[in-house]
């Protein structure tokens, strides 16, 4: 007799009438099939909230402000339209006839310190648009500036007025002593450009399309705890162009490769002293 074979739901009852005898044979289980396209369906809901998370996290993080008063001032003086006359980042402004020195003079050390004496003085150039030991020109003079600086007594807060300082002296390093590898170091960032996207003292905020943040960090920032855990990263940063620990993680590297503006990598180009006395400039910046 040939074998009969009967459904039993998820196997089957296969007899042999011969022998008398007959054994379930287990068929392939349907429930399990039917369960792919929903476990599919539910990592892609995951993966999407994911996605979800991390764009809201990201424009989150693209809207927060500067946590220190230096990045606070630098984007005040964009605000109050300081950059209009003195240049971007204060590098150095505009022709101005009638002025001293032909133009609006910029924010580096040794500018700033032929028109201030000390901190107070540049508090009164900020408030009254002169200090009170120049008096201003006569009326009529034909030696004044075409823009003068103006006053903005009555338009700024205490808070303001402080973060707007503590940007200037950042920026110039005025009325601050230096050590030698500190003020070494500063020289370096200037030779290879660092200054050039990270801004005067690395608190630009340089816009940066496809970064993580939407900006380049600045260095006296909250992220810096995010990208810099120890010194061996932030020479790993300089060398390297990003360390290790980022560049091992996915999501990390994809922001990294993506963003456009890439962070260069110097080790060809420093000796081992010259990176110490920059990583003391950064670690200088970061304790003031």
Known sequence: MPHARRDHGTGFVRY????????????????????????ARAIAVVLGLAIV????????RRTRGPSSPAGRG??????LGCVACHGPHGAGGVPDPGARAGFVPGWDGPTVATFARDEAELREWILDGRPRRLPPP??????????????????LTDIEIGDLVAYLEAV???????????FDGRQLAIRLGCFGCHGPAGIARTPNPGSFKGYIPPWDGSEWAELVHDEAELREWILDGRPERLQKSA?????????????????AFLTDDETTRLVAYLQWLRAR
């Open 74 to 79: 630098a984007e005040l003086a964009v605000s």
């Open 251 to 267: 999501v990390a590297r994809h922001f990294l490769d993506g963003q456009a503006l890439q962070m260069p990598a110097y080790r």
């Open 53 to 60: 998370s991390i764009a809201i996290a990201a424009a989150t």
């Open 172 to 182: 110039s390093a005025f009325g601050v002593e230096l050590p030698d590898p500190v």
């Open 16 to 39: 042999n009438e011969t022998m008398g005898t007959s054994r379930t044979v287990v068929a392939p289980d349907a429930t399990g099939a039917a369960e792919a396209p929903r476990r």
């Open 138 to 155: 006569p009326h009529g003079a034909r030696a004044k500036p075409a823009l003068p600086m103006p006053a903005y007594r009555g338009r």
